[in-house]
């Protein structure tokens, strides 16, 4: 048995190295099919938590500004409307791209209602009829406008597309006016997590970095920079995952609303709704492709996801990875947990409540720590560790203990009969309360051969053995067959009881027993005959058989107990087994006279002349008849022997 634990311990050691070492190196290699599944679905659940966990609060100050459908075909206006006005001409007159004119336009109408801050998420390269009003506008509000510049990285060669000379002299990435508006995705699934507020020619060119390197601002880093927040803008090169604001956190207003008289009354109050805003233009209309995958949103606007850039900045809200060396450990401590649970606590519920348990503190643990802190706690790969190890040992653990009542069931069911087994191994409680003492009625046989005690004074003694064995078997098999209990052996001798483990009915406990008796009497000749053609003695055999009310309990001493029946039923069946060598019959069952014995015996001789029993009892019915018993006669006939 101490063997069997060590081997235990290994096999379950073993268990929980397979899961856990397999997600320890499915880490180091992300693009492996199966074992980087945990590291992948990790990634999902970081994403969950963006979405369900706290987002950071969008700044009252922030106005979306967007050319959206209505804006960019404006059919909403009369030639007569539009007379006067320069600006909605101007939209009105041409598809988009309009005259840069109209930005000058935008400029001076944003900026003379008060506004802080107009950035715009466009880019400005080809020349435009209107880039010499564009360029004064630029010129005049120097401090107060931010426009978008673009890194193209198709095949590895570096584009820069950027406002073109005429509106901002080179080098336009250099100018405090220009900032770039890429955001890089991931390479796995092309969503955008993270924001890159700096970055130098060097690292856009895969280079290392270098101290001479030209370094170029984000548009959300430049625009922080104007109102005062440049020192809010990380200083590292690297992308900074962000906590995003709500998915619907900026409203959106059209553009063509603010050269509308009536709509820039009505809606804007004259121009006071953006005094001291900090406004985004940029393109909302679906044809204009715009759009970027998030956490939050597959739809997100390329101004909004400025827009989250700068809040998060201007919030510090940055989330933090869980450092690697942090997450491996994890790893390897959610595997060491799940082995200790299993191999020492050793009780499958309490297991999985635990596993359970662990697992929602883990889940409520991560929820806590994004909440409050922006750490993304590693979970799916220390989960996956912990359940799969957990789950597969407990697993390993069930199949032991299948195996172990299996191989209980088969030892026992060679020593006491099935209906005993099933007892004891599915209602233990209830079958070990019973072997306190109770008092039920039982059917008990007795069975014993004839002739096998002067057999075993001249046979080969394990000759002997092997046949006693056989015909033990095959008793055995017919009374566990007909639904009895073997109660012991003694010597050749076999006792049976029905009813005593679980009882079908006095009726039914009596009729399965009597089947029991007549298949050992068949199963007995059947051997006879087979000895015989071996060259062997056959033996006879003697049954008894009672019903009566019995004592059910564990007797014996402090040493050795014996689950068994006692009482005068249990006797009377031995008595009952030693009287058929006195009748001349195999089987004997304790019975009421009846009526009119002589005449029914008579009858039965008819049929079977030569039956011993029959004229033993029709003898004794003369007997009576000729000299009937006195008052005294109580019916009962004692016998001196056994």
């Known amino acids: 048995m101490h063997w069997f634990g060590r081997a235990r311990l ?96 935008l400029l001076d109408r944003l900026f003379g209602a008060g506004a802080r801050l107009v950035v715009f998420d466009l880019l400005f390269n080809p020349p435009n009829d209107g880039d010499p009003a564009f360029h004064a506008a630029l010129d005049r509000y120097h401090d107060k406008v931010v426009l978008g510049a673009n890194f193209d990285m198709e095949n590895g060669v570096v584009q820069a597309t950027t406002p073109n000379s005429a509106l901002i002299p080179p080098p336009q990435l250099l100018d405090d006016r220009v900032g770039f508006v890429n955001f890089w995705p991931d390479v796995i699934d092309g969503r955008v997590r993270a924001v890159s507020y700096r970055v130098t020619n060097l690292e856009l060119a895969g ?142 519920l309490i297991c999985i409540g635990a596993l359970v348990a662990i697992t929602a503190a883990c889940l409520g643990t991560a929820r806590l720590l994004y909440d409050n802190t922006g ?69 008990i046989l007795f069975s014993d051969l004839i002739g096998f005690t002067t057999l075993s004074e001249k046979a080969d003694p394990e000759a002997l053995v092997t046949q006693l064995n056989e015909h033990l078997s095959r008793m055995t098999s017919v009374i566990f067959n007909n639904g009895g ?45 087979k000895w015989r053609s071996e060259g062997r003695m056959g033996l006879g055999m003697g049954i008894g058989i009672n019903q009566g009310e019995v004592i059910v309990g564990n007797i014996g001493s402090q040493e050795r107990m014996d689950p068994t029946v006692i009482g005068d039923a249990v006797n009377l069946a031995s008595r009952l087994e030693g009287l058929t060598r006195v009748y001349g019959a195999d089987i004997l069952v304790g019975a009421s006279g009846a009526d009119q014995a002589k005449i029914l015996f008579s009858r039965f001789l008819e049929f079977y002349p030569d039956d011993l029993l029959a004229k033993m009892y029709l003898s004794r019915s003369l007997e009576y008849e000729h000299t009937p018993p006195d008052e005294a006669w109580d019916a009962v006939e004692v016998f001196q022997k056994k």
């Not at 096999?11 to 397999?22: E, H, N, R, S």
Request: charged share 20%; glycine share 6%; net charge neutral.
């Open 10 to 105: 290994f096999v379950l050691t073993l268990i929980c190295l397979f899961w856990t070492g397999l997600i320890f190196v499915g880490h180091f290699f992300p693009s492996a099919p199966f074992i980087s599944t945990p590291w992948r679905g990790e990634q999902g659940f970081e994403d969950l938590l963006r979405r369900e966990g706290r987002k950071t609060a969008p700044p009252p100050d922030f106005v979306f500004l967007g050319l959206d459908q209505s804006t960019l075909e404006l059919t909403a206006y009369s030639a007569e409307e539009l007379q006067g006005n320069r600006a909605l001409q101007l939209l009105a007159e041409r598809p988009f791209p309009w005259s840069r004119e109209v930005w000058a336009l």
């Open 375 to 443: 750490l993304l706690l590693l979970t799916v790969p220390v989960l996956a560790a912990l359940v799969l190890s957990g789950l597969f040992s407990l697993g390993f653990e069930y199949f032991l203990e299948r195996r172990e009542k299996l191989r209980t069931r088969r030892t026992l069911e060679r020593y006491v009969s099935k209906n005993l087994v099933r007892e004891i191994l599915e209602n233990p409680d209830s079958y070990y309360s019973s072997l306190k003492g109770v008092r039920v009625p039982v059917t």
């Open 207 to 348: 280079l290392p970095p270098h101290p001479g390197a030209e370094v170029y601002e984000s548009l959300s880093a430049r625009a922080l920079t104007k109102i005062g927040h440049g020192n809010d803008v990380p200083r590292d090169f690297h992308g900074y995952m962000i906590r995003f604001t709500a998915p619907d956190a900026f409203e959106q207003h059209r553009l063509y609303e603010v050269f509308d008289p009536k709509l820039w009354q009505a809606n804007y109050a004259n121009g006071a709704f953006f005094k001291d805003k900090i406004i985004m233009v940029g393109p909302s209309a679906q044809v204009l492709h715009d759009v970027v995958d998030t956490p939050i949103s597959t739809t997100t606007l390329g101004p909004e996801l400025h827009l989250q850039a700068m809040a998060a900045a201007l919030g510090h809200e940055f989330l933090r990875p869980t450092p690697p060396k942090v997450g491996l450990t994890l790893v390897a401590a959610a595997g060491l947990i799940a082995w200790s649970l299993v191999a020492l606590v050793r009780k499958p």
């Open 485 to 529: 209990t073997l109660d012991k052996f003694i010597g050749d001798a076999i006792m049976a009881v029905w009813g005593n483990v679980r009882s079908l009915g006095t009726a039914q406990d009596a009729k399965n027993a009597a089947r029991a008796a007549l298949a050992m009497r068949q199963e007995l000749a059947q051997l006879n005959q």
